[in-house]
């Protein structure tokens, strides 16, 4: 599909969204085990809801996902579900939250597999100081992601 951020692929299976994926930075190789089927109503409806999403129409998304992943990565992204819309956190709040401090890299990299950006919003993950760093997406898409939500994005702990 096509968006604000770039062309985006769809992945699911016959229940689930498996992936949100930007061509330029995902092998699409590794799905193509998937059939394709442009009129999937899951695929169908991830994508009216993420067109909603970048027309600022809708703030939660409503769709049943997938995540494969190890245990510490599902807990990552289990918390990163509950970062309401416009909020963002540190790495290390996450790490705070996940229960240990230590593993502040570890819910980084967790981040950056995130089969599903945008839909689980790792995007809203910042530095402890306010700044922009990492993203699997690429850092101007980071940036335009949290300007969408919030105009004035900075380090809003919810």
Request: proline share 8%; net charge positive; aromatic share 4%.
């Given at each position: 599909m096509a968006s604000p951020t770039g062309l985006l692929r769809l992945v699911a299976t016959s229940a689930h969204l498996v992936g949100v994926q930007w061509r330029i930075n995902e092998d699409y190789s590794r799905n193509e085990h998937f059939l394709k089927d442009v009129n999937h109503p899951l695929l169908l409806e991830a994508e009216r809801q993420l067109n909603d999403y970048f027309g600022g129409k809708l703030k939660v998304f409503a769709l049943p996902v997938m995540l494969e992943g190890s245990d510490f990565q599902k807990k990552v992204w289990e918390l990163l579900a509950g970062i309401p819309y416009g909020k963002t956190i540190s790495y290390g709040e996450m790490a705070r939250r996940m229960g240990d401090t230590?593993?502040?890299?570890?819910?980084?990299?967790?981040?950056?597999?995130?089969?599903?950006?945008?839909?689980?919003?790792?995007?809203?993950?910042?530095?402890?100081?306010?700044?922009?760093?990492?993203?699997?997406?690429?850092?101007?898409?980071?940036?335009?992601?949290?300007?969408?939500?919030?105009?004035?994005p900075q380090l809003d702990l919810w």
């Open positions: 230590k593993t502040v890299r570890a819910v980084g990299g967790a981040l950056n597999k995130n089969p599903v950006p945008i839909i689980v919003p790792c995007h809203r993950v910042i530095g402890a100081d306010g700044k922009m760093v990492g993203f699997g997406g690429g850092m101007q898409r980071k940036i335009f992601l949290l300007n969408l939500e919030n105009p004035k």
